[in-house]
């Protein structure tokens, strides 16, 4: 297969009502593209990593009502899965592409990573590019753009990571449906291959 980027089709699985044909859309449509980066950025992001890293298409599979908003593919140093990990990921809802660094509610360490962004935050700040975004949660799509945050807010978000049980913490590129639709396969996988190089100092704290 030969990855073409993402089009209007691809975004508008999303629009389809009901579980079964929108789940259908999704694997005939969209998984095969996420399979297609997944091969594609495995072996990538574990030379960028030091760590070997396994590529995870979201399955969905305890969905038995409301069809899926979104649907990606993970990348974790684990076979069986990615959500116990601090991970990357690229996928989309019906209005963005996403590319992130993410720690989600599952993973145990979270405290720990918490206070390691806490203690870095000055560095943090620096480093990650100021149109990023950050998210406290993956179920919804909105996000704060990095050089719009206040010192206080990245204190309150490090904070929140190491003291509440549900939080979650991601950060990385939202690129537009519109935009996104401008793009080709090369210029789509290097874009991520760009997020990735800078997410890198996140992924390093733990």
């Not at 974790?76 to 990615?82: D, E, H, I, Q």
């Amino acid at each position: 297969m030969q990855f073409n980027g993402f089009n209007a089709a691809d975004f508008n699985v999303f629009k389809i009502n009901g579980l079964e044909p929108r789940m259908e859309a999704l694997q005939s449509r969209i998984r095969p593209k996420l399979e297609y980066l997944g091969a594609y950025f495995a072996p990538e992001l574990s030379v960028l990593t030091g760590q070997e890293q396994f590529a995870h298409v979201a399955k969905h599979a305890r969905r038995s009502v409301n069809p899926p908003n979104d649907t990606w593919v993970a990348f974790a140093p684990n076979k069986r899965g990615y959500k116990m990990l601090p991970h990357f990921q690229i996928g989309l809802w019906e209005t963005h592409v996403f590319i992130w660094f993410a720690v989600i509610y599952e993973a145990p360490m979270k405290a720990e990573i918490g206070l390691q962004m806490l203690q870095q935050k000055n560095r943090i700040i620096e480093e990650i590019p100021s149109d990023f975004v950050w998210s406290v949660d993956h179920t919804k799509p909105d996000a704060k753009k990095h050089g719009e945050l206040s010192d206080a807010d990245f204190e309150e978000m490090f904070q929140r990571l190491q003291t509440v049980k549900k939080a979650e913490i991601l950060c990385g590129c939202q690129i537009s449906r519109e935009d996104a639709l401008q793009m080709n396969g090369k210029a789509f996988i290097d874009k991520c291959s760009e997020v990735f190089v800078n997410l890198l100092p996140l992924y390093k704290l733990y």
